[in-house]
């Protein structure tokens, strides 16, 4: 286990490379699952959650091979139909259930453990998986949810074409239903798709294997059944997230951050809400530069939605930005049950928040001071980040992995930007450091 130190009050300055979207690349790695070939993909973050999908794609049989730095080769033509991974993998990551779908399309078949995932308040029932099942039923699977298992089959043969309205728009029902519909006989309509980046990005990786889905990025995808997908290389998209979170640091420090290597209008539904808030944003080509030297930032009202509305990944980096703004601010989380289960860590810095079901009021101007905090979820974690940044003193955040699961390289990219963070074990603290812990959770969950 390991935490951060982060000592506070630096102005933040400088460049930072983004790396590939962490939701896309867990969703390309499955779906090679699905590819009769070899994949060279590049741009792939190595993160926490890349490395478990890689180790149950491993499990069920791929060959993956790194290549270089970010890039590697993966090989899935040994996979074999009933091939399952160890439980406790699939429960670390909640992409695993990607492998269904890949699976299901290609043998007709498929078995996975019931994925992890961040508990957004959905208890120990989970998070909801009754919009995969739709698409794959609808698909002509017959599907088993029970014991701590999925299982999807339709006796070996090739699953057909249907339409498909989705009932909740969702990210992972939109991928799983084109993976399983790629090889289907016929055509498959997705109707209220997602419309998220990655969902394209997927499309896109596939139409280069050789699938042919079409419309991905509006809300109603068709994919029309091929045999087979051949292999050959691609190269994942830079992370939306990772750039807004870096932008945020920048308003939060009254710094100047340029982010490289982006996709200007995926980050639109970010830096709007950034501009409201007195945020200097200037697009050049594929960097975008956020400054506010040492302006107050004002508050705004922010809720979250399907993009291209405001994501509910960025909500808890937007909610630690306006807990230092002027004003009140609201933060209405539309699309998950709970994801504010933060607020007490920035409650113990000195912020002023309250929450009543799906809404939080920050009173704004708090002066923030170090504290032992817990990054409680991978965004969660990185907003602690964000906090650290603004306070004064020393902040110590434990549960690190939470942040390393989605942010790659994150204290050696902050270090080059200004910011004072060290990154330790929890053994070394004891012997070194002065500052009480801040407690910390057994390793697990997933995006
Ligand atoms: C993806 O999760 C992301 N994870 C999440 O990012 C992100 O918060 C979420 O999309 C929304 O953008 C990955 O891509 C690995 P959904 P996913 O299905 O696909 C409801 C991060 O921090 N729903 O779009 O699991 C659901 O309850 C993570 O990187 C159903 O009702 O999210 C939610 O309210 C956290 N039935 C809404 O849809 C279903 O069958 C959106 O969920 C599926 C979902």
Known sequence: MKHYDIIGGERLTGN???????????????????????????????????????????????????????????????????????????????????????????????????????????GSSGRPIDQHIKGFEALGADVEHSGG?????????????????????????????????????GTTIIENAALEPHVVDLANFLNKMGAAVRGAGSSTIRVYGVDRLVGGDYSILPDQIEAGTYLCMAAATGGKITVRNVVPRHLYCITSKLSDMGVRIEENGDCVTASSARKRLRSTNVKTAPYPGFPTDMQPQITTLLCIADGTGKVTEAVW??????????????????????????????????????????????????????????????????????????????????????IHNDIEVVETSDIAGGGSRAEGGAA
Do not use: H
């Not at 491993?58 to 139909?81: E, H």
């Not at 990054?375 to 969660?380: C, F, Q």
């Open 16 to 122: 930072v490379d983004i790396s590939g979207t962490k939701n896309a690349a867990v969703a390309i790695i499955a779906a090679a699952l699905a590819v009769d070939g070899v994949c060279y993909i590049d741009n792939i973050p190595e993160v926490g959650d890349v490395t478990t999908i890689m180790e149950i794609l491993t499990c069920l049989g791929a060959l993956i091979t790194r290549v270089a730095p970010n890039a590697y080769s993966i090989d899935c033509r040994d996979v074999k139909p009933d091939a399952v991974a160890r439980v406790e993998l699939y429960g670390k990551c909640r992409a695993s259930y990607y492998a269904l779908g890949a699976l299901l399309g290609r043998f007709g078949e498929a078995i996975v453990a019931t994925p992890g995932g961040c508990d957004f308040g959905y």
């Open 149 to 185: 298992w999925i299982r999807a089959v339709n006796n070996g043969k090739k699953l057909r074409g249907n339409r498909i309205y989705m009932d909740v728009v969702s990210v992972g029902a939109t991928i799983n239903t084109i993976l399983a519909a790629v090889f289907a006989e």
């Open 337 to 422: 049950d709970n994801r504010f289960q933060y607020l007490e860590q920035l409650q113990n810095m000195g912020a002023i928040v309250s929450q009543s079901g799906r809404d939080a009021v920050i009173e704004g101007s708090a002066k923030l001071t170090g504290a032992p905090i817990i990054a409680t979820d991978l965004r969660a974690g990185a907003a602690m980040v964000i906090a650290g940044l603004a306070a004064e003193g020393v902040t110590r955040i434990s549960d690190v992995w939470e942040i390393e699961r989605g942010y790659e390289d994150i204290v050696e990219k902050l270090r080059r930007l200004g910011a004072n963070i060290t």
